[in-house]
């Protein structure tokens, strides 16, 4: 059973940072781009980031360019967030999932994929 599990979520200030885990279980990350995308309370899943399979190539939303990176580590079957100068309307719930090639990666939202995992929640406040 294909199973991702996001981490790392949690309460920090605007300015702050934190670093998002995706694991995934049944599964090999490897083989796929991997997407982050988010869901804030009132408004529809957005993407926010893709990494190849590779890992050579990534994309990024305009609202996040800049402050976040994505990053894999195969080895370990992960994908990472690493979110930083987070502003308040980064609150939301943080989804990864696989994805087609990296320029199409927010197609899965059009497409109806419906296998999301949990979520991590990030909250930015003061």
């Known amino acids: 059973q294909v199973q991702f599990v996001e981490s790392g979520g949690g309460l920090v200030q605007p300015g702050g940072s934190l670093r998002l885990s995706c694991a995934a279980s049944?599964?090999?990350?490897?083989?796929?781009?991997i997407g982050w995308f988010r869901q804030a309370p009132g408004k529809e899943r957005e993407g926010v980031s893709c990494?190849?399979?590779?890992?050579?190539?990534?994309d990024y939303s305009a609202s996040v360019k800049g402050r976040f990176t994505i990053s894999r580590d195969n080895a370990k079957n992960t994908v990472y967030l690493q979110m930083n100068s987070l502003k308040p309307e980064d609150t939301a719930t943080y989804y990864c999932?696989?994805?087609?090639?990296?320029?199409?990666?927010?197609?899965?939202?059009?497409?109806?994929?419906?296998?999301w995992g949990q979520g991590t929640q990030v909250t930015v406040s003061s």
């Open positions: 999932a696989p994805t087609p090639p990296c320029t199409y990666y927010t197609h899965i939202l059009r497409d109806g994929y419906d296998s």
């Open positions: 049944g599964f090999t990350l490897d083989n796929y781009p």
């Open positions: 990494i190849s399979n590779t890992g050579r190539t990534t």
